[in-house]
């Protein structure tokens, strides 16, 4: 049975938020490089009498015309290329009311909160590649498991509060929406090749050329490291990670003055991380922070990624335009790590980290863990580690439209937006006994059952918004409406036979 969150009578996801704002937002980072109003970022001292603090501040450059309602930050590309940083984490914590929480100490899996939303995952954040959603499932699966390398992202944008109305399906938590690089004006070559500590090297390439019609843009990253945890016995305890993307445009404009710009942009991401959940007992954690267990061993995150989006803007005129974009999304990965002693004691291994571990059982196990002992020690001392398989789709159908009207004094920026979103997550969960042996994992050949499922998201979105200023006065209402189908559908690992909700 397929399960409707917006039937008629309660036809609205959440609620139809009306979001209405006087001009009076958080301070933000401007994108013009000498802005006349410095950021916090740029100077802590009082501003003169001439040179008061600005109660609106634009994002973008000010001739657009958008003010934000609500809470909006953008870190431009001169920033970023500064700061070069790989880790997302680092980079959004120079804007308020963010916060993170680090995992592996490299932001692989980023879990990103905002405003005392829960940042498990970042599953509560809106994440967005060039104003497309990036998640593997954001609707059916919202957990960020995919995150593109910061190297190649040109610009940063964060919209917190009634700004993030026209960004769903997280309105709550708020948005981020990652600008990746444009075709260049003209031609383009650059190489970037860095290395440093624990074997950790980077190298980023990119190639492009722009004419007056027709651009192109190639770009290449790749980036690796040893670890900088200890795995007992040894072994790396880092990660491999390539991204490649293509971009490519042809603009061209009427005798009517009419543009027209098709862009296709075309990506590919690998990963290969020596990740696990397996954390320390407390006297480890404080004597060897960086260890790992030999247990750990075989920890694996194995993930490929493609995607595709095609868009196409038409600028009727100064006062009218439309942007339409499709897009898909594919993304696979398999995680093996441990899950739990075959032992009925060491099915919950954070409970058997928090226990005394200095006799009896839990030293036993304690030691299969570490791999000062053998799983013959004790019965049922093997190691049960399992794969947690899950392929994604993402896909839909976006459509944004501006009317800039003409009413004299009056201005105003009318948005209109509707995105059709499909997506769906396949689990495949597969478990296998390994017994230590030597301070190594063996394996016994031995399978449990398997656990099948698959989630499955169908969202209509659409959201209206209008920008009205008259002197310095300005008036920001908005709406939003989602309608989002879910189905879930369960496989008996016994019978095959499948439960749909």
Request: hydrophobic letters at 35%; zero cysteines.
């Amino acid at each position: 049975m397929t399960k409707n969150r917006n039937p008629i009578a309660r036809a609205i996801f959440g609620s139809l938020v009306l979001m209405t704002a006087l001009a009076a937002p958080a301070s933000a980072e401007q994108t013009n490089e000498t802005p006349k109003v410095p950021t916090d970022s740029q100077s802590t001292e009082a501003p003169n009498e001439t040179e008061k603090q600005a109660d609106v501040v634009v994002v973008g450059e000010p001739t657009e015309f958008k003010r934000i309602a609500g809470s909006a930050h953008f870190i431009d590309n001169t920033k970023l290329d500064l700061l070069e940083y790989d880790d997302i984490h680092r980079v959004l914590a120079q804007i308020p009311g963010v916060y993170v929480r680090e995992e592996d100490g490299f932001g692989l899996r980023p879990n990103i909160g905002l405003r005392g939303a829960s940042s498990d995952r970042s599953a509560k954040l809106t994440i967005m590649e060039d104003g497309v959603l990036l998640g593997p499932a954001p609707y059916s699966a919202p957990a960020a498991y995919y995150f593109p390398m910061m190297t190649r992202i040109a610009g940063t944008e964060i919209f917190k509060g009634p700004a993030s109305i026209k960004y769903g399906p997280g309105t709550i938590g708020g948005a981020l929406n990652l600008i990746t690089r444009p075709i260049p004006e003209g031609s383009l070559f650059a190489l970037d090749v860095a290395g440093g500590e624990f074997m950790t090297g980077k190298a980023h390439g990119i190639v492009g050329y722009g004419g007056s019609h027709f651009g192109i843009l190639l770009e290449g990253v790749r980036l690796q490291t040893e670890g900088f945890k200890e795995l007992d016995g040894g072994g790396s305890t880092g990660f491999t990670k390539n991204e490649a993307m293509l971009k490519a445009h042809y603009k061209t404009t009427t005798a009517s003055n009419t543009l027209h710009h098709v862009e296709l942009k075309l990506g590919y991401s690998t990963e290969l991380s020596n990740e696990t959940y397996m954390g320390l007992s407390e006297a480890d954690f404080e004597l060897t922070p960086y260890r790992r267990y030999a247990s750990t061993q075989n920890g694996l995150m194995d993930w490929q990624r493609s995607q595709a989006t095609l868009s196409y803007f038409l600028g009727l005129s100064d006062a009218v335009d439309i942007q339409t974009t499709a897009y898909r999304h594919d993304f696979q990965r398999a995680w093996t790590k441990v899950n739990r002693f075959e032992s009925t004691y060491g099915s919950n291994l954070q409970k058997l980290l928090g226990t005394d571990l200095s006799s009896g059982t839990p030293q036993g196990l304690y030691q299969i863990l570490t791999g000062e002992a053998d799983s013959t020690v004790i019965d049922g001392g093997n190691l049960e580690l399992g794969t947690n398989d899950r392929t994604f789709f993402s896909q839909g159908l976006q459509s944004v439209v501006h009317w800039r009207p003409d009413f004299g004094d009056i201005q105003q920026d009318i948005e209109f937006g509707i995105r059709y979103h499909h997506d769906q997550i396949e689990r495949n969960h597969t478990t296998r006994l390994w017994a230590m042996t030597d301070g190594q994992l063996v394996d016994t050949q031995q399978d449990g059952p398997p656990r099948n499922n698959v989630g499955e998201a169908h969202a209509l979105a659409l959201y209206a918004r209008d920008e009205i200023g008259y002197g310095n006065f300005f008036f920001t209402p908005g709406l939003r409406f989602e309608s989002i189908n879910t189905e879930f559908t369960l496989e008996d690992p016994i019978s095959g036979e499948k439960t749909k909700t």
